[in-house]
């Protein structure tokens, strides 16, 4: 038995955990009778990867083959992003897409379909997937693509490890000349203005928006976008980064080394913080040339930043809503998260665009991303939130999510029965791969 929880420390529940070194391995594991689902690195935010049986994937982790010729990886579904950015980068490839930390895993991407800063032009990661290996509940595997065992493949992406465990992926990088992004950043003072910032945006690769999420008024919505290219060789000036234009320095890892007491986040540190950098950005325009790993993946550069939420744990709370109801919706959540004064430092918001998965989290619109220390508050404050973006035809993303209720599930995700269904069928009546969340949300029993 081991004390675990995903990365907002709520909840935490003690549970037999297991991991596997081959195929062999897991299939002895599923020989044992019960409930289980695969747990990947454990960077979901709620309980999307918790259970009292868990198979940890993270040893799982070898590069199978590269084609040079069309970039296609396959690994296996225990490889981190970080492990494939480490080796391909200086071979001049990129992931076609990444989340916000490059600390998951390959199966966790899949499951979660997740998505980055270029959805509105390169879509979700399961968008690139060529093909995928899973092992069932009886053992057995099957290979799925999207035209081979597509119905199997359409229901695992964005799955949340419901229907097996993803044992490899093949899927396809893209080719980079230089480690770095042409960066842009944008200082917007109010909703209005970053609303505007993203429709003009829609031609860059990249973009997304820190927001103030406790500034109010005519401020409120107050932001920075950020958004960005891969720099061409011709496009580097230092000496050093001509010379090797595919490295990166490392830079400083920082760590938070123990939990923060509950008291050290209050409105007032977070108003302070907020302030600085906002601030930080002069108004305006600026151009920047920075390494990919400032550019994507600021937070990874301090281990174990959740201590900082201290031991009541966080939630995220991320929703996206329609195109259409963007500019009112946007508003009228955002005013009732500012008046609760509740939400913390890390808002982000970003315009997706089309997209039409099974069960995956984005639909053309505007979606925002902000953390909540746990607390009965912050709980009435979602209920309200809840019915806001149901309201306007929006779901939350179930990677974040860690408490929404079965009803909402229910009401926002438009084949939430059909996917019961389907897992229900894949179980063959017996349920096998199950969650918290997804017991909560009532999709296994
Ligand atoms: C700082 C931070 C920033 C983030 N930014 C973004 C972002 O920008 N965009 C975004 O989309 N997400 C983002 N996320 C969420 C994160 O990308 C997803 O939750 C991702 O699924 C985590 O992967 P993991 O490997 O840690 O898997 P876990 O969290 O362990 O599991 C996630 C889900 O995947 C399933 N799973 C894992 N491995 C397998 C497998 N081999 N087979 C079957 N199912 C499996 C689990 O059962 C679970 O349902 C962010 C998270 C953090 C902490």
């Not at 899927?171 to 992004?181: D, G, H, M, S, V």
């Not at 009435?380 to 779901?395: I, Q, S, W």
Request: contains cysteine; neutral net charge; aromatic residues 12%.
């Amino acid at each position: 038995m081991r004390t675990i929880s995903d990365w907002g420390n709520y909840p935490v529940i003690e549970a037999d955990v297991a991991g596997f070194d081959s195929v062999g391995q897991l299939r002895k594991q599923l020989e044992d009778p019960g409930e289980l689902i695969a747990f990947g690195n454990g960077r979901s935010y709620g309980d999307a990867s918790l259970q009292k049986r868990m198979v940890l994937t993270r040893r799982f982790s070898k590069f199978l083959s590269f084609d040079e010729s069309s970039g296609t990886l396959c690994c296996d579904s225990g490889v981190l992003l970080s492990e494939i950015l480490d080796v391909f980068v200086p071979r001049g490839w990129f992931l076609p897409v990444t989340p916000g930390t490059k600390l998951i895993t390959v199966g966790g991407a899949i499951a979660a379909d997740v998505h980055g800063k270029n959805h509105h032009v390169d879509g979700s990661f399961g968008q690139h997937i060529l093909s995928m290996d899973i092992m069932r509940n009886d053992g057995s595997i099957i290979t799925c693509s999207p035209t081979v065992n597509a119905e199997f493949f359409k229901v695992t992406v964005g799955g949340m490890g419901l229907t097996g465990v993803i044992l490899n992926a093949s899927f396809r990088l893209k080719r980079i000349e230089t480690a770095f992004i042409r960066e842009e950043t944008v200082r917007a003072a109010n909703l209005g203005e970053i609303m505007d910032c993203f429709e003009v945006s829609v031609g860059w690769t990249y973009s997304v928006a820190w927001i103030d999420c406790l500034a109010k008024g005519d401020s409120m919505g107050r932001s920075i976008m950020m958004r960005g290219e891969h720099a061409q060789t011709h496009e580097l000036v230092s000496p050093t980064h001509k010379h090797a234009p595919l490295k990166v320095n490392k830079g400083m890892q920082l760590a938070v080394p123990f939990r923060f007491p509950n008291f050290a986040l209050n409105p007032l540190s977070m108003k302070a913080f907020n302030f600085a950098y906002y601030n930080k950005c002069r108004p305006g325009t600026h151009q920047h040339l920075v390494d990919y790993n400032s550019f994507f993946y600021p937070l990874d550069a301090i281990s174990n930043w959740n201590r900082i939420y201290g031991k009541r744990g966080f939630t995220q709370y991320q929703f996206v809503i329609p195109k259409e109801a963007g500019r009112e919706g946007m508003a009228r959540i955002l005013k009732r998260i500012t008046d609760s004064g509740l939400g913390s430092f890390l808002a982000v918001l970003k315009l997706f665009g089309e997209q039409d998965s099974f069960m995956s989290f984005p639909m053309e619109g505007y979606t925002l991303a902000l953390d909540f220390p746990i607390s009965q508050k912050a709980m009435e404050l979602f209920k309200e939130l809840d019915a806001m973006v149901a309201d306007y035809g929006g779901r939350l993303y179930l990677a974040k999510d860690s408490r929404m209720d079965a009803a909402m599930f229910e009401k926002t995700y438009a084949n939430a029965d059909e996917f019961r269904q389907a897992v229900t069928l894949l179980n063959e009546g017996e349920t096998r791969f199950a969650s918290l969340q997804s017991k909560r949300i009532g999709i296994t029993n």
